[in-house]
Structures are given as structure tokens and as C-alpha cells.
């Protein structure tokens, strides 16, 4: 009997053990997972941050007086000087509105998309001073070769070149009051070799030229001229549009 009692103690001391070692167990598991859920409540939130979109520049409230051929003074100078730093016009900033300037102004309003009238309009000087504005466009040597025998592929080429004028035309019928529109025709090679057809807007106070002076020509490649002589042959010549003779 006694032996019973004691088997069925030592049976009900096994259950229990278990019993409280399986809550153990349970209680663990809870801590772990409410530690872990604390843990992840702890940790910061990570958030990206947010794209910023720089503003605008703001168009200047401002209107600038339009500067033209034969002005003079302060505001011509500042539109030199830009010219200038740009590569557009060579020399000083005299503060006076002549034919280099002119011709200046016409190659950046080329090169800004807007209308190449030699007049340093409200458009043009905003274009000028308040956005990136376009630098002067670099010259390579002309190959009169490929100007002349692959005229489509070398359409668009800023080239430079220096020869001697062998004719020059000038049509009143296209003057207007900043200067005249010029046909010439340049030997690139010395002679009557390598002939290339330059179409030039001179302006109105700039030195004319005559045949047989030596000229240096910067401008575009554009495809080819071509015209009939007096023999009846067609001649095509290498075009050039001119940014500037001198």
C-alpha cells in the first residue's frame, strides 16, 4: 500500500514537473515574441527622402531698352562685353553699335533660335544676360574636297577658310537699312582652284570688298551652288553661309 502511495506521488510530481516545465516553455516563447515585437516597434521608420525640384529661374521683370546700329553708350558696352565672353565679337567693347557688333548680335540670334536682325531687342538681351546662352560655335578648316564631292554628309559644318575674292556682287535689290546682302566667290587655294560660293549679309557700315582682296571667311557649309557658264556647262560650287568676312 505503501508502495502505491509513494509510485502514485512520484507519478503526480512527474505530471506536474512537466505541467510547469510545458508553462515554462509557453511563458518563454511569449517573452521572446513580445521582445521581438517591442524590438521591431523600436527601430526607426525609414522613409525616402523627398525629391527636391530646384524652382525655376524666373523671367526678369524687367524691359530692356532695344539697342540698334549707330547707338551709342553704357548698354552697347554691355552687350559687347557678353558678345565678347561668349566668342562672338573680337576686340574692345567701345560702347559703339557699328557693323561688327551687328554682324556679332546676328551670329547669336543664329545661334539662340531667334531672328537674326543685328538689333539688340528686349528678346535678345534677356537671351543675352538671364539664360545659359549659346557660346560661339568652333570653326574647323574647310575641306573643300568633301564640301564639294560630299555635299549632303558636309551640309552643317561650321567651317573657316581664307582666300582670295575673285568676284563680288552686291544687289541693292536686297539692301535693306542695316546693310546689303553679298554673293562672292573666294579661291580657296590661290589662282582660280578650289572655288567655294559665299553668300554674306554685309552690314551697312562695314568696309566693302573688292575683287582681289584677301579674306577670311568663318560660316556653314549648305550643300552646293551651282549655275551655268557661258559655254552652257553647269558649275557647282562648294556653298558657304557666312557668319562673318573679314
Known sequence: ?????????????????????????????????????????????????????????????????????????????????RLISLGYLTGGADGSYGGRTVAAVKAFQQAAGLEPTGEADDATQKALF?????????????????ALNEADAYRDTAVTFSGTAL?????????????????????TRGGFDDVAYVALFRAKDAPPIAEGDKVTVRGTANGLYVYTNDAGTDIALPRIEADGVE
Not at 56 to 74: A, F, H, I, N, W
Not at 130 to 146: I, M, N, Q
Request: proline share 8%; hydrophobic share 40%.
Open 167 to 187: 568676284q563680288v556682287l552686291e544687289d541693292d535689290t536686297y539692301a535693306d537699312s542695316l546693310g546689303v546682302y553679298t554673293a562672292l566667290r573666294v579661291a
Open 1 to 81: 500500500m505503501k508502495r502505491r502511495i509513494a509510485a502514485l506521488l512520484a507519478l503526480t510530481l512527474v505530471f506536474c514537473c512537466a505541467a510547469g516545465a510545458e508553462g515554462v516553455m509557453n511563458e518563454l516563447r511569449n517573452m521572446r515574441k513580445s521582445a521581438g515585437d517591442r524590438i521591431l516597434e523600436m527601430e526607426p521608420v525609414i522613409t525616402p527622402a523627398p525629391v527636391v525640384t530646384p524652382e525655376p529661374t524666373p523671367t526678369p521683370d524687367v524691359t530692356y531698352e532695344p539697342l540698334s546700329q549707330g547707338m551709342k553708350g553704357d548698354g552697347v558696352k554691355d552687350v559687347q562685353q
Open 130 to 146: 538671364w539664360t545659359p546662352a549659346p557660346e560661339a560655335r568652333s570653326y574647323e578648316k574647310l575641306d573643300y574636297g568633301r
